[in-house]
């Protein structure tokens, strides 16, 4: 599986990317963006299964990421691992066509339970 990890900090992917290890999540090919609008670039180069996006970026933030795809007819699996969560944040994405929200701090056991069913 292709997974797109999406956060304007650096360590914050690395964070991501391990946990994923650590969750059980090996052998899929894992690619990085570091704003909305790379991923975005990236997305319509060569389609991801999943996105797994930070909310707030700069260039582009994740919602507008994904509101954009939507606007563009683009399909892909995504999801916001985010320090904020709150209720209305929830509702947007939600309604954008998130498949999941996943507030920091996370563990590796918050994301085998959030994400197996998304990652084959």
Do not use: C
């Not at 391990?18 to 704003?35: C, I, N, P, V």
Request: charge should be negative; aromatic fraction near 8%.
């Amino acid at each position: 599986m292709k997974i797109l990890i999406v956060d304007d900090s650096t360590a914050m992917r690395m964070i991501v990317r391990k946990t994923m290890r650590l969750a059980g999540f090996d052998g899929h090919e894992y690619t990085e963006s570091e704003d909305g609008a790379a991923a975005f670039a990236a997305i319509k180069a060569n389609a991801p299964d999943l996105v797994m996006s930070d909310w707030n970026m700069p260039n582009l933030t994740g919602i507008e990421l994904l509101e954009k795809l939507n606007a563009e007819g683009i399909k892909v699996k995504f999801g916001f691992v985010t320090t904020e969560a709150t209720g209305e944040m929830r509702q947007r994405a939600t309604a954008a066509g998130a498949s999941f929200l996943i507030s920091k701090p996370f563990t590796p056991e918050s994301f085998k339970e959030t994400l197996g069913p998304f990652i084959k």
